[in-house]
């Protein structure tokens, strides 16, 4: 965890935090926002009760040594969690589960139009507050929000670079009210971000594949940019809190998902309970009835007021322009390849997951005539404490494949043979795709089942840290030579975020030359979501996705070629 997220000095959104898009709602009023994101938050107090009680089951393995059961660690670290910054390393907080007897003391913060409020969900002796009585005070804060002149942004400081957060929170906390402040965000059980609308100017720019998502004029690719960093200073990401494990976004015009920090837990806990609470909402209609119960016996939500400092304000727009630059800097796109999905890659005796991996080789070699070292995440649950592994797909054998593969057909238009001594013939390529799937398969079972490289070769060099004589001690040749950063320089960073709704999630790049690529593999098609940088002269998600569009073609004709 130190290694992968808390030593990591950049800013947090894009760089590691990814953000999910739910299917957006049609919202009428303001009430129909409201009442929706009450029973987002209902939905989650219900599920933070079945975590307080330790009721959460245990899940099991369901193949590759079926039954084993599954550490539910992460699940319990998502609600009521925070990172805080540090100046070399963060940290983490998160609520402790209360004791038998305990009340919960536990309150959630909305953010809206920049402006923070906090708003307890426990209504004194008589337990947590009702749907309607959310409603009512969301609907507070909503009518309250627009009236205020030019609360600072505080929230552009969790968008800074760790190390300067870190010295602007130390400074920040020198104030009573501020540290009040910074302790009721970190103990709050999830950040609610009650947004505006983004712009078209973050729809794709090149429309391929599936339409998806639309609201209004919005495509699903805008809608992507507002949950993983919203846009920047002068529309939403001062609307954030991205050090929360859990911030949930809801947009007047219906845009909604969620941003979350990553450090505590992997996308698989997350995604469940995003799923979850969307269960519960999807019943959500419009136009909604007023709230039955008045919030006129409940104290209003509290307005987080801040003293700031000249150096504070300086501080906040120099976060600002940080960000800006990082969100222009993105290119992102969600590609829904709209040929086939999962069904058609079954029929084909192949897992999912290993299929889509070869298609992501292919269509990178495609385009740089070349493999690139390739990071796919893989869940270890089945240790304590397990986290992920690596499985790496620039495989030897799918080299050969994508080789063969990407040569010319080795007959015309009409079908006649070529005479040729270089082509690779269809059965040669066929042979060569089952050797690739069967080395690509046996390394996703191995890092599932615990015999990964990656994370084994990681304890060797913290090992060799610990016991080293002094801190100044040059750790052992294999973690210094070159073959060793080129190795862990992941030009694709990839993973498979399944989802059983219509949502997907995606991330940026790892690297400033490289491609983030999930993807969610439905029924009838493929969501991806593909991400790198303007800044970089070789990089490019329209090309990317071109190829991969390619890739998916050219695998499923030879597949479906007559033998």
Known sequence: MNDMYLNYREPIPINSNPGMVFPPRKFTTILDVARFAARLIDAALDHKDILNRKALPVEKAASREPGQPLCMAQFYRILGASRLPGKKRDSHYVCPIPKNGEQPSEHIIVICRSQLYCVPIQAGDRGRLTEDEICSQLLYILDDAPCLSNPPPIGLLTGWKRTLWAEAREDLMKEERNRRNLDLITKSLLVVCLDEALPNSFNCRLQRGGKGHMTSTRDETNLSHQMLHGGGSTQNSANRWFDKTIQLVISGDGACGLCYEHSNAEGIAVIQLAETLWKHADSFTCPCEVPATSNSHLPPPERLEWLLEATDHKRIEEAA?????????????????????????????????????LALQLAYYRLYGKLTATYESASTRRFRLGRVDCIRSASPEALEWVKAVSQPKDDDESGNKKVTFHLVSDEKKILLWNEAVAVQTQEMVDNILGQGIDIHILGLREAAKETSPTASSPLPK???????????????????????TNSFMGYGPVESDGYGASYNPKSDCIIFCLSAFWSSEVTSTSKFAQSLEESLNIMQSLLTRPT
Request: hydrophobic fraction near 40%; charged fraction near 20%; charge should be positive.
């Open 321 to 357: 322009i940080y960000l800006d630059n990082l969100v222009k800097d993105l290119d992102f796109q969600v590609f829904r390849f709209i040929g086939y999905g999962k069904e058609f890659i079954k029929s084909c005796k192949v897992s999912p997951d290993v299929y889509i991996q």
């Open 478 to 500: 294999l973690f210094t030579d070159p073959s060793y950063r080129l190795a862990n320089k992941f030009l694709l960073s990839t993973s498979q975020v399944a989802t059983n």
